[in-house]
Nanobody
């Protein structure tokens, strides 16, 4: 089964930095398209960034130039480096992933689809539970 686990969230002052990680645990090696979403204080979900299996990165306009997504394939981990944070970046940050191989492994019992922060409007195969980022002014 596949499990996504985020870490690195927490409180930070405006202008500060945080580095989030998303580790994919799977029983087989695969290539992944990985996405970062966030659910903000208005309970709205938006895509923040993504990194595809070929390394292509995409950023939301609101974070471009401040956030950097990267990955280490050997350890199946994707990072989101968040710089110059603003209070409006406060949200639960959730990673999601689509594998390239079919058939796909089952989801873990604690897949993020069972969590209250799940951004269900976006169709992704696997979800993490999310990590809270709180930026104070």
């Amino acid at each position: 089964e596949v499990r996504l686990a985020e870490s690195g969230g927490g409180p930070v002052h405006s202008g500060g930095s945080l580095r989030l990680s998303c580790t994919i645990s799977a029983s087989y090696f695969d290539e992944w398209d990985v996405y970062w979403y966030r659910r903000n204080t208005d309970d709205e979900c938006e895509v923040v960034s993504s990194i595809s299996s070929d390394g292509t990165t995409v950023y939301a306009y609101s974070v471009a130039g401040r956030f950097i997504v990267s990955r280490d394939i050997d350890v199946n981990t994707v990072w989101l480096q968040m710089n110059r944070l603003k209070p409006e970046d406060t949200a639960v940050y959730i990673c999601a992933a689509d594998p390239l191989l079919i058939p796909r492994e089952p989801r873990s019992v604690d897949d993020g689809r069972t969590g209250k922060s799940w951004c269900g409007a976006f169709d992704r195969t696997y979800w993490g539970q999310g990590t809270q980022v709180t930026v104070s002014s």
